[in-house]
């Protein structure tokens, strides 16, 4: 898994207090990837990701989250908070000329900054007993075109060959009304990815979390 330099940190220790594994308060050696904290000094693929610890600071909250469990009702502190993602297309990806991307907002706030994800992470999206809060936050993916011309190439009215840029744009416009501000986030990297990417880079269009 590729995890670029400014993220990656490597031979880092916790002596306890940061981070849980299964459950439970994790005491050793860990490194930091692209995809968050896992165990070992360097990224090994049979290694586990950790998680952040979640603690109760006070005795109401205590009692809350004791009765809360008690009666089979899952509390926010079950829930993990996204993780910052980069994302570029396979080479499968490439070959069919387009590929999948996921964003997420919460709900409760429209103005809210929208998060690219990983598959992995948006996966559990819909777990309603782990990974990301779908009480909190709403998600929609986006069909990326990445190949084909750079403009729609049309006989008259008609498309004959999308292109990279009007297809991207459409595919924008039509997730605005599920998620508002999607459009105003890309609509100036409608190439991104692709051969017409105007920096060349391919760079995630998200903030560090």
Same mark, same amino acid.
């Given at each position: 898994?590729?995890?670029?330099?400014?993220?990656?940190?490597?031979?880092?220790?916790? $002596?306890?207090?940061?981070?849980?594994?299964?459950?439970?308060?994790?005491?050793?050696?860990? /490194?930091?990837?692209?995809?968050?904290?896992?165990?070992?000094?360097?990224?090994?693929?049979?290694?586990? $990701?950790?998680?952040?610890?979640?603690?109760?600071?006070?005795?109401?909250?205590?009692?809350?989250?004791?009765?809360?469990?008690?009666?089979?009702?899952?509390?926010?502190?079950?829930?993990?908070?996204?993780?910052?993602?980069?994302?570029?297309?396979?080479?499968?990806?490439?070959?069919?000329?387009?590929?999948?991307?996921?964003?997420?907002?919460?709900?409760?706030?429209?103005?809210?900054?929208?998060?690219?994800?990983?598959?992995?992470?948006?996966?559990?999206?819909?777990?309603?007993?782990?990974?990301?809060? $779908? /009480?909190?936050?709403?998600?929609?993916?986006?069909?990326?075109?990445?190949?084909? $011309?750079?403009?729609?190439?049309?006989?008259?009215?008609?498309?004959?060959?999308?292109?990279?840029?009007?297809?991207?744009?459409?595919?924008?416009?039509?997730?605005?009304?599920?998620?508002?501000?999607?459009?105003?986030?890309?609509? /100036?990297?409608?190439?991104?990815?692709?051969?017409?990417?105007?920096?060349?880079?391919?760079?995630?269009?998200?903030?560090?979390?």
């Amino acid at each position: 898994m590729y995890t670029p330099s400014f993220i990656k940190r490597e031979n880092q220790y916790s $002596p306890g207090g940061e981070y849980m594994l299964r459950g439970e308060e994790y005491v050793g050696y860990y /490194n930091v990837t692209i995809q968050g904290p896992y165990t070992g000094r360097v990224f090994d693929p049979k290694e586990f $990701p950790l998680f952040p610890l979640k603690t109760v600071f006070n005795k109401e909250s205590q009692t809350y989250s004791n009765l809360a469990d008690g009666q089979g009702y899952i509390t926010d502190l079950e829930f993990d908070d996204p993780l910052y993602s980069i994302i570029e297309p396979s080479i499968e990806d490439i070959k069919r000329g387009y590929f999948l991307r996921y964003f997420i907002q919460q709900r409760n706030d429209k103005r809210a900054r929208i998060r690219e994800l990983d598959k992995k992470q948006y996966d559990t999206v819909f777990d309603a007993t782990a990974g990301i809060n $779908p /009480n909190l936050y709403k998600s929609v993916i986006l069909r990326w075109k990445i190949a084909g $011309p750079e403009f729609d190439k049309k006989d008259g009215d008609i498309i004959v060959k999308p292109g990279v840029r009007d297809t991207n744009q459409r595919t924008l416009l039509e997730k605005e009304h599920l998620m508002t501000g999607i459009f105003a986030l890309l609509r /100036n990297r409608l190439a991104q990815y692709s051969p017409y990417a105007i920096d060349g880079r391919k760079s995630n269009t998200d903030l560090k979390l």
